[in-house]
């Protein structure tokens, strides 16, 4: 098991089915959080101890739709019920397996990209997802990938230097004599973020047998 940071944010550990990742997560983690539903309750009554809360971490996981918040957990879509259980459960030291696989493309990459975003506002610590979707470890901009391979070889490292705040927010230049407004994507080589080509060659290493 290659060395990881002691501290950090948000890790991911990205893999083809039957790789290891949920043992490993497991291991190393702590045990996935398991938590009971009632049948007669509005899931915006349950996920969190306050409605304000709810409707704070209930947006932030992609789940969006007020008709979905007032419906019981056994009501849901099986992409609900993830979001739903994600919202619920997500707080410091929190292992999340299967990440994005019960909901479409474009709904994981919000939901990729929304939690990270509500952990750092929270000041989680410690979150770790593991995926088989190569493109969601961008979205949510981890302090390190733990890439795994389908033969039980040893993962690798990918890299483990968080980018800050500053280099994950896009950059946006107004043009003062002209009304449009250029809105220039933050840098995507920079420390600790993955370019195109680097999820590439993981995606790659994860697959060679």
């Not at 409605?51 to 849901?76: F, M, N, Q």
């Not at 929270?122 to 949510?140: C, K, M, N, Y």
């Amino acid at each position: 098991m290659p060395t990881l940071p002691a501290d950090f944010e948000i890790g991911c550990i990205l893999g083809p089915s039957a790789s290891g990742k949920t043992a490993v997560l497991q291991h190393f983690f702590g045990r996935l959080p398991q938590c009971e539903w009632p049948t007669d309750k509005a899931i915006i009554s349950v996920v969190a101890p306050t409605p304000s809360e709810a409707v704070d971490r209930l947006p932030s996981v992609g789940l969006t739709t007020i008709p979905a918040w007032l419906r019981p957990y056994g009501l849901l879509s099986n992409g609900e019920r993830q979001r739903a259980f994600l919202a619920r459960t997500l707080r410091s030291a929190t292992p999340v397996d299967d990440f994005g696989t019960e909901v479409n493309h474009q709904a994981a990459c919000a939901m990729a990209a929304g939690f990270a975003k509500f952990a750092r506002r929270s000041g989680f610590r410690r979150v770790v997802v593991a995926t088989l979707h190569p493109e969601l470890v961008r979205r949510p901009q981890p302090d390190w990938v733990l890439v795994l391979r389908p033969d039980g070889a040893d993962g690798c490292v990918l890299y483990h230097h968080p980018a800050s705040a500053r280099e994950r927010a896009p950059r946006v230049v107004v043009e003062p004599l002209s009304p449009a407004v250029n809105l220039t994507p933050g840098p995507t080589s920079v420390r600790g973020k993955l370019t195109e080509r680097e999820l590439c060659a993981a995606e790659r290493r994860a697959r060679v047998p």
